[in-house]
């Protein structure tokens, strides 16, 4: 199995760091000096999937501004109404 961070850029860095992950997730929620999209992006959310038969069963932590956190599982990666969601505010 392998793990991939696609950063707000685009960019794929395959088997990350906690590091690269650290950095990642700054870059998101701060203003970074060195960066060139520091703070742009208001919510962060963490994605997990795992194959099950021939379908990707998905599951999403998301924190969004304003101290919404929701947990999202979807059976099929495709599909658009999640299986499960719960939701607190933070």
Not at 55 to 73: A, D, N, P, R, S
């Amino acid at each position: 199995m392998s793990t991939v961070i696609t950063t707000h850029t685009g960019d794929n860095i395959e088997e990350p760091t906690p590091e690269n992950i650290r950095e990642t997730i700054q870059t998101l929620v701060n203003d970074v000096p060195d960066s060139t999209g520091g703070g742009e992006e208001p919510n962060v959310w963490l994605s997990y999937g795992i194959e099950v038969g021939e379908e990707w069963q998905e599951f999403t932590l998301g924190y969004y501004k304003g101290g919404l956190l929701m947990f999202t599982v979807y059976e099929c990666e495709e599909d658009l109404d999640p299986s499960f969601e719960v939701q607190a505010v933070v």
